[in-house]
Every structure is written in structure tokens, then in C-alpha cells.
Nanobody
Framework: VQLQASGGGLVQTGDSLRLSCAAS????????MGWFRQAPGKEREFVAA????????YYSDSVKGRFTISRDNAKITGYLQMNELKPEDTAVYYC????????????????????WGQGTLVTVSS
């Protein structure tokens, strides 16, 4: 499945943004979906994930309570609602889809996601 991430931009501290991840195939509805991010000079890190059935969601500690992951299987699109943005949230955000969520060190691992979008840049100014 091909993924197209969008919705990034330049915002100020405390603002909100909603990222979208549009899939190319209806099989997306049977995939787990995740968001990862990579800040300049840093490794890619897990942000949020949602199981295909929408029964389970997972968040990194750094975004828990501020970000919400969701999906609309009818529109084969996933979302990441980001509230109370901070400068440390600045990164390129990637959406990903995979058959199941694989855990490593207690959090979803990118290994479990076989399809990746191109990334969308989020910049939060202080």
C-alpha cells in the first residue's frame, strides 16, 4: 500500500496541527497504522500507533495526552491530531502501515510497518 502524508507546516508553541495519511488501497483498513518522526540529527522515533480494528492505540510518553491517532477506514485515511505543540515536536513526521504492531523495548517498532509515506515537516517555533 502506498501512503501520502500531509498537513505539516510552521506553527507556534501551543498551536495545533492535524496530519493526514492517505492510503492507496482499501487493504489499508486491515493494517495497523503508525506515526514516527525524525528530528534533525536524531534517530527516528515512535510517536503513535493504532491497531487495524481501532481497538488499541499506543503513544510515546512525550506526546501522550497531547496527540491523538485515529483512522477513517471508509476514507482509507489515518490522522494524527497534535495539540499543545512544543518546539521539541519539530521533526519530519512519517506515517506507516503494517500487518501487525511489533513491539521492541515496550513500544511499537518500525520493523512491523512495511509501508511508509514520504514524510511531512512540522516546525514549531518558540
Amino acid at each position: 500500500v502506498q501512503l501520502q502524508a500531509s498537513g505539516g507546516g510552521l506553527v507556534q508553541t501551543g498551536d495545533s496541527l492535524r496530519l493526514s495519511c492517505a492510503a492507496s488501497e482499501r487493504t489499508f483498513s486491515s493494517y495497523a497504522m503508525g506515526w514516527f518522526r525524525q528530528a534533525p540529527g536524531k534517530e527516528r522515533e515512535f510517536v503513535a500507533a493504532i491497531a487495524w480494528s481501532m481497538g488499541s492505540t499506543y503513544y510515546s510518553d512525550s506526546v501522550k495526552g497531547r496527540f491523538t491517532i485515529s483512522r477513517d477506514n471508509a476514507k482509507i485515511t489515518g490522522y494524527l491530531q497534535m495539540n499543545e505543540l512544543k518546539p521539541e515536536d519539530t521533526a519530519v513526521y512519517y506515517c506507516a502501515a503494517g500487518g501487525s504492531i511489533t513491539f521492541a523495548s515496550g513500544k511499537p517498532s518500525p520493523i512491523g510497518f512495511g509501508s511508509w509515506g514520504q514524510g511531512t515537516l512540522v516546525t514549531v517555533s518558540s
